[in-house]
């Protein structure tokens, strides 16, 4: 039987290799007996163990980041391409329709005579209504000026032309479109005209619209449709937005077609 023999100092955190301990035989012989215990490793020691080292782990590392960062360009130039030829199409479309062919002629709210031709070279974002619109009309004119304002702001974009035509030719006379006009950008132009010419340009644009009974002072509401038209420089009408689109979504859409505007006129 054997005893082991040692100091109760043994339990405090031994190195890997201690001094010989003393085994006690029941004849009294002593025996020497090395004992490699592990010591408790610091927070500090163990971290530095588990932690991957050298160059490799470096490596691996560059490239799994760089691996991942051209996946991710090539998604997003994907995704633009994708982007571009759907909005191609979109236009083609747009434009096989016929919407906006032929001219127009009207007279702006300072009585100055005005025909398509005379926007050829600008964008043009237009708006059909009318100045006794109580709430939909002064919304949706007020959006159209956030876009021009948004464009504005970024330089390198051509500027853009807002135009209000009217549908409602019988009270929008010249004085009565500027004054409305006044109230919303500086740059704003107002188009008024005869019945004829106004149904004219109507018609040309897709544009319903329909008055409707008067009231005891005369007064009535006019139906009409609701959309904001996008020219190109060449005249053509190459968008429209909806009233569920933003101010932003339109401003997006207006510089992608900036981006993507090749004229077809030579």
Not at 49 to 59: A, E, K, L, V
């Amino acid at each position: 039987m054997l005893l082991l023999v040692w100091t109760p100092k043994a339990w405090h955190r031994l190195s890997p290799l201690k001094p010989p301990a003393l085994l006690w035989t029941p004849g009294g012989e002593a025996l020497h007996v090395r004992y490699r215990l592990m010591s408790r490793q610091g927070p500090g020691e163990a971290s530095r163990q588990s932690q991957p080292q050298g160059p490799g782990f470096r490596t691996r590392l560059l490239i799994t980041a760089l691996f991942g960062a051209g996946l991710g360009g090539a998604w997003l130039a994907a995704r633009a391409e994708k982007e571009q030829r759907r909005q191609q199409q979109r236009t083609e479309a747009l434009r096989q329709a016929a919407v906006g062919q032929g001219d127009f002629n009207l007279l702006d709210h300072r009585g100055q005579a005005r025909c398509k031709a005379d926007f050829r070279g600008q964008w043009v974002l237009m708006y059909f209504g009318f100045t006794h619109c109580p709430d939909i009309c002064p919304d949706e004119l007020e959006k159209l000026v956030q876009v021009v304002q948004k464009l504005e702001a970024e330089p390198g974009l051509p500027p853009v032309q807002p135009i209000f035509i009217t549908v409602d030719p019988e009270r929008d006379t010249i004085a009565a479109m500027a004054r409305y006009v006044q109230d919303f950008h500086p740059r704003l132009l107002g188009l008024t005209g005869s019945a004829e010419q106004v149904a004219q340009v109507s018609r040309s644009y897709r544009v319903y619209y329909s008055a409707g009974p008067k009231d005891e002072d005369q007064d009535y509401i006019v139906d009409h449709s609701i959309a904001i038209y996008l020219l190109s420089p060449d005249g053509l009408f190459t968008d429209y937005y909806g009233r569920a689109k933003s101010a932003q979504q339109i401003a997006d859409s207006v510089r992608r077609h900036m981006a993507a505007f090749r004229s077809v006129l030579g």
